[in-house]
Each structure stands twice: as C-alpha cells, then as structure tokens.
Nanobody, 123 residues
C-alpha cells in the first residue's frame, strides 16, 4: 500500500490548509488512519487519528480545536483540515495507516507511511 500525502505549503499565521492522503489500494478501509508531524530537530509526534469508519477521532492537545481529521472510504482518502495555524505547527506532516481499526499515538502501531508534505507557517 502506498500513501500519497499532499496539500502542504507556506501559509501565514492564522491561516488554513487542508492536507490529503490518498491510499493506492482500498485494503486500508478497515484501518485507522492518522497524521503525525516532525519539526526540524524534533521527534515525530502524533497529531490526529480517525477510526476505520470515520466515526471516531482523537487529537493531540496542541491541535485540538484547530485541526479536524476525516476520511472518505469510497476514495481511500484521509484529510486533515488545519485552521488557525501557528508558527509552531511548521513541520513535515505524514499520514500513516494503522494496524488496528482505532488509531493510537504510538508510531509502532502503524504499518504504512506516506512520504510527508511540508507545512510552513510564517509569523
């Protein structure tokens, strides 16, 4: 399974971006999908997860209330709507397919990873 993330770019603080992650095959339709990010010099961190059917989501405290994760099972695509962006949101964002139906913040629970898309938020 290949995951293709897109939608990153340069945005001013307070702005919005929507990231997309398309899976090459529908085999991930029963798996949770999540977003992680990695800023320069920092470890990869959990951002958000959406359950296999889209009915359950969870977020890191740092993005709660600003980011929304969703998925379209028909097109095998997951999304991350990012609003009220802050400079500290600057990072490479990765989508990942979990081994389970409900996601977690542990990178070891994820089998497939996208290539990452860069989000830069200017102050």
């Amino acid at each position: 399974v290949q995951l293709q993330a897109s939608g990153g770019g340069l945005v001013q603080a307070g702005g919005s971006l929507r990231l997309s992650c398309a899976a090459s095959r529908p085999t991930i339709s029963n798996n949770a999908m999540s977003w992680f990010r990695q800023a320069p010099g920092k470890e990869r961190e959990f951002v958000a997860t959406v359950s296999w059917n889209g009915g359950s989501t969870a977020y890191a405290d740092t993005v709660k209330g600003r980011f929304t994760a969703s998925r379209d099972r028909a097109s095998n695509t997951v999304y991350l709507q990012m609003n009220s962006l802050k400079p500290e949101d600057t990072a490479v964002y990765y989508c990942a397919a979990s081994l389970r139906s409900f996601g977690s913040s542990a990178t070891s629970d994820y089998r497939y990873w996208g290539q990452g898309t860069l989000v830069t938020v200017s102050s």
